[in-house]
């Protein structure tokens, strides 16, 4: 034990911190037991009430239960509205994104027609006053020889009417081909000139006319170089020929469709017969064996396009130019290959047969259908099919 003294320990508390309120009623044994009796008789009292009544404080564990479901149920209700209109906005933004995109691709083909235009009217003018200048008397000077005589001014290069003739009919019985590569596009994205535009082939039937028609007829060519503003005229013939010919196509597919409400669409085979305006006895059934796989194909490719467009435009949306679309997926096709190609048309083409059965209206068709293109998980089916049979695409007739 130590030595020191205790006053000087570190005491748990002073003795005059008071322990805590003090009762005022005295410490003797007669207060002591009023108070067991006192809280005996409370005891009592709480006895008795909990035998009689029974205590409203208590909650029920299935009012519980009950509470929390229907809590939960509420919670299940407000997140299914909530993701409701999320998907419905998500939706509503795709299409206003496609609107804008098919707004865009008509402005800048309106703004690149505008420049060539008005580029085709600088240079007509520009012509006029070269001509003008040449064509006006020099007056000879004091001591001038005799005058040289000038030679005649060429006259303006313009097309005839045999020629637009010729253009517009090249265009006409072209553009329905199977072998078009683009519609509007000379170029591929990457440059190169497309030898099987329509624009192209359309010159290259004019060009290999037989004889010397064509020499005759095309702009002239002058020290081995042909008129510019020659060129330039008959380059606008022939996009403007190939332009009209698009138009009547887009509007042939799309038969009893846009048009026409009380009739019904037809099925492929009376469209091809429709579309290349056979002068031949017989009806669309004999014309159907004379056509190609790859000219039915494309057929129903195209109308598929069209309804598309027209479908947005049924909903209000913007329609966008059918022929940059077709233009687009020509070329990605070109690149992903032969059995993607055969996938994606045996697709097309089998919807088309099974939709279109000659006796449907199209009014009777939802607004909402959109006629979407096949997707790249159906066209990657496809392919695997077509692997299977041995990798060639066979239709049904």
Known sequence: MSSQPLNNRAQPYS????????NPIGATSANRALARSVRGSGSASATNDDTNEPDTNVIDGNQIMAAITSLNATMVK????????????????????????????????????????QLLTLSNKLDQVIETVEGQPQAPGAAAAAPVAQPAAIQPWDFTPALKDRVYGFA???????????????????????ANSLYNIIKQRIRNIPGDWATGQLPPVVNGVQSVAGTQKY????????????????????HNIKNNPESTVPCLKRLLHHCGEVKVAGDFMAYWPTTSVAHRIRIAYIRREAIRIFQLLRNGGG???????????????????????????????????????GEGFFVDVDPKVTFDLPSEEEIQEEMERLETAGGSMVLTD
């Open 15 to 22: 003795l005059t911190t008071p322990r805590g309120v003090r």
């Open 172 to 194: 006409y019985d072209s553009v329905a081909q199977p072998n078009i590569a683009a519609y509007t596009a000379r170029e591929t994205p990457a440059g190169d000139i497309m």
């Open 235 to 254: 380059n606008t013939l022939v996009k403007t020929a190939g332009k009209h010919a698009q138009e009547r196509l887009h509007i042939l597919v799309l």
């Open 78 to 117: 407000e997140f299914l509205v909530l993701s409701d209109n999320l998907q419905q906005d998500t939706v509503k933004s795709d299409e206003d994104i496609a609107t804008l995109s098919h707004k865009l691709d008509e402005d800048l083909n309106a703004v690149a027609e505008q420049i060539e235009a």
């Open 319 to 357: 329609g966008g130019n059918i022929w940059s679309r077709v233009d687009r997926q020509l070329h990605k096709l070109s690149v992903q290959g032969t059995l993607y190609t055969s996938a994606f048309y045996k697709l097309i083409y089998e919807t088309d047969r099974a939709t279109f059965d």
